[in-house]
């Protein structure tokens, strides 16, 4: 995944988007999407999951973040008012997000398949990914929802801190670094994310309430959604999620 990310900022160089995955092709490719509140711990289980089942990882949050990183003078008025709308905790809009996305459709027709993590979170998004995947013939195999009690959802985000290198994430009661505000993994600064300070954690719940809960509906109309408790650890939640995807898939 780490190479995934490097490739990434290249990728958005170039200006469009390529996954970088290189290692045997899994012998059952599965497409999935992740929900669940901001705080849920999506990225976790992404990791997870993509180590176990290979699956090629897109998170839409990742993507922008590697913008951001990017020179502000470089970048078009559309994605500098989108990084603003970040900042804030609020939603980016619906046609900037699914133009990126169109512009990683190697993601979507990857031979790994794919993990979309952060998209699509509006309905008007999830519309636009029914479309990209039928236009190549694709189907989604399940929609994973993780729900957490929404006081949780602020204990964990107002707590996280993030490396700038790696991406890991840290807690600073659950999960401290061994050396203050340095990785465990790559000796990285850890940093606390613009968007997981309280008065943005606020907005981003809000956001995810009005927009991306009722994608639930939505996905559970199609016979494609697992609601996974995101309570407890991340191995226990894991394992959650391979008994559910198993039953499943
Ligand atoms: P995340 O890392 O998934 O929590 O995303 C961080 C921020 O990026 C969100 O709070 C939004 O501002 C923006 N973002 C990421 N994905 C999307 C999306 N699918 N639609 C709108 N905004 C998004």
Known sequence: ???????????????????????????????????????????????????????????????????????????????????????????IPDDTVIAMVRDRMSYLSCEYGFLLDGFPRTLYQAEALTEMLSSQALKLDAVLDYTLPPEEVIARLSGRRTCRSCRATFHVIHKPPRLQKICDKCGGELFQREDDRPESIRVRLEAYNRS???????????????????????EEIFNRTLLALKEKV
């Not at 990225?43 to 089942?53: P, R, V």
């Not at 991306?212 to 650890?233: F, H, Q, R, V």
């Open 1 to 91: 995944m780490g190479e995934n990310r490097e490739q990434e900022t290249c990728c958005l160089e170039n200006g469009a988007g390529v996954c970088g995955c290189t290692e045997d092709i899994p012998s059952r490719p599965y497409r999935m999407v992740l929900l669940g509140a901001p705080g849920a711990g999506k990225g976790t289980q992404a990791e997870l999951l993509c180590e176990k089942l290979k699956t090629c990882h897109l998170s839409t949050g990742d993507v922008f973040r590697a913008v951001k990183c990017r020179d502000g003078k470089e970048l078009s008025p559309a994605m500098k008012a989108a990084l603003d709308f970040m900042q804030r905790g609020e939603l």
């Open 212 to 234: 991306t809960a009722p994608l639930t509906d939505y996905y559970s109309a199609k016979g494609l959604l697992l609601t996974i408790s995101a309570e407890g650890s991340p």
